[in-house]
């Protein structure tokens, strides 16, 4: 199995361009999520999806969109770059809620907005 | 609202020393705990998961403790290698967290020296 992989590993995006990143499982997880981290506040998560078709936000939804078409895949959108998504963008899956839960998170991708 | 922190941030040790890295969180509803570790520019790779119902983990070298009442979980390396250099970071799951959320504290960031 290859887990979670995560591309681009890098991007370099000027303000108000838009892009894709890319994110897909080979476990059959149900749930997929976005994380963004950054210096002094963490990890926090962006968007989650429970299953195909179903999507939700997280703490920090704003400036992103996500959709899950399929089971693999789980893309993150950035409409509209600005700096402030300066970031380096993890994506993770698990099963489903009752079971143990473990987290598999992919290797990142480092964005800078300039 | 779930706080997770890490003290000490960063950590030195020499080598063959043991590691004792601290977590605390405030709510005591966890469903679990997972410690992970990051080196720098890549992914989190998950270590042990702790459920809400146990006490220890161990893999190997690691162990990691879970006392819920007080609000904390220890993590110990054994014979510490400077391979063991890296972040380490806990998370904790709430039960009915949607889409398995996580909540991370901020790393303690270990070198051991040779």
């Known amino acids: 199995n290859a887990g979670v992989t995560q591309t681009p590993k890098f991007q370099v995006l000027k303000t108000g361009q838009s892009m894709t990143l890319q994110c897909a499982q080979d476990m059959n997880h149900e749930y997929m999520s976005w994380y963004r981290q950054d210096p002094g506040m963490g990890l926090r998560l962006i968007h989650y999806s429970v299953g195909a078709g179903i999507t939700d936000q997280g703490e920090v939804p704003n400036g992103y969109n996500v959709s899950r078409s399929t089971t693999e895949d789980f893309p993150l959108r950035l409409l509209s770059a600005a700096p402030s998504q300066t970031s380096v963008y993890f994506c993770?899956?698990?099963?489903?809620?009752?079971?143990?839960?473990?987290?598999?998170f992919g290797p990142g991708t480092r964005l800078t907005v300039t | 609202k779930q706080e997770v922190t890490q003290i000490p941030a960063a950590l030195s040790v020499p080598e063959g020393e043991n590691l004792v890295l601290n977590c605390s969180f405030t709510?005591?509803?966890?469903?679990?705990l997972q410690w992970f570790r990051q080196d720098p520019g890549k992914g989190l790779t998950s270590l042990l998961l702790?459920?809400?119902?146990?006490r220890e983990q161990t893999s190997g070298r690691l162990n990691a403790s879970l006392d819920k009442s007080s609000g904390r979980s220890t993590l110990y390396i054994a014979a510490s290698q400077p391979g063991d250099s890296a972040t380490y970071l806990c998370a904790v799951r709430r039960p009915q967290a949607a889409g398995n959320k996580l909540t991370f504290g901020g790393g303690t960031r270990v070198l051991v020296k040779p």
């Open positions: 709510d005591s509803a966890i469903y679990n």
């Open positions: 702790i459920q809400s119902s146990q």
């Open positions: 993770a899956s698990s099963y489903r809620q009752t079971s143990a839960g473990e987290q598999y």
